[in-house]
């Protein structure tokens, strides 16, 4: 076909002139060019202190595609809902047990509760419950000196909508006595708050 006669055959540029003049002694040198004639490779020689140049198209790959940087996600705690407690010397005149002090932390929930009764083989206990009273657990505080006890309560890792409640009961030979938060009872939510212990102190 026409077209395919009209075509030219790249070639390559002549030998050096010694090759050509045949000299014996000169090796000979082939250098490649395109269908213009022009050489097809440059060489250029770099110094170990001049800078790389980067074409702009490769950094912007470059950066797209770079991982990116790990992020840190806060761990929900428990915190109280109820206000701290106050003047529980009072509280404990009026209904014989009170909460005095409360320390929780991601999986515990400790307290000291301050006791007014004459009989001193009286049972304080905590009442609790972490699915909204469908079931509670009654766990037995222990007596300290000054008319006190201690409880501890483990706390499950459970969902962050998930709440903790309790209330403290007093068993003696006078009664049956409650501090539950005036009838609200003392909750605990997960949230984010402050990541180390939460502690609320009698005043």
């Known amino acids: 076909m026409r077209f395919m006669r009209d075509r030219r055959r790249a070639r390559s540029l ?3 002139t010694a090759s050509l003049l045949g000299d014996g002694g000169a090796r000979k040198r082939v250098q490649f060019a395109d269908t213009l004639g022009l050489s097809l490779a440059d060489v250029k020689h ?34 109280p809902c109820f206000p701290e407690p106050a003047d529980a010397q009072r509280r404990a005149r009026e209904q014989r047990v009170a909460l005095e002090k409360v320390h929780v932390t ?6 000291q ?20 009273w469908l079931s509670h657990v009654d766990a037995p505080a222990v ?3 000054n008319g006190r006890f201690t409880f501890s309560v483990l706390v499950p890792p459970l969902w962050s909508a998930s709440a903790v409640h309790f ?3 007093l068993r003696s030979a006078e009664g049956e006595f409650w501090d539950n938060n005036e009838g609200r009872n003392f ?7 402050r990541p180390h212990a939460h502690a609320l102190r009698d005043t």
């Open 14 to 16: 002549p030998a050096c």
């Open 46 to 79: 770099f110094n170990t202190t001049d800078e790389p140049l980067v074409p702009h198209a490769v950094l912007s790959r470059h950066r797209r595609f770079q991982a990116p940087a790990p992020q840190t996600h806060a761990q929900p705690v428990l915190l």
């Open 106 to 111: 991601q999986f515990e929930v400790r307290g």
């Open 113 to 132: 509760v301050l006791t007014r009764t004459e009989d001193a083989r009286a049972l304080v206990f905590i009442r609790y419950t972490f699915n909204e």
């Open 143 to 145: 007596r300290v000196p």
């Open 167 to 169: 209330a403290l009961g």
């Open 187 to 193: 909750s605990f939510r997960y949230g984010y708050g």
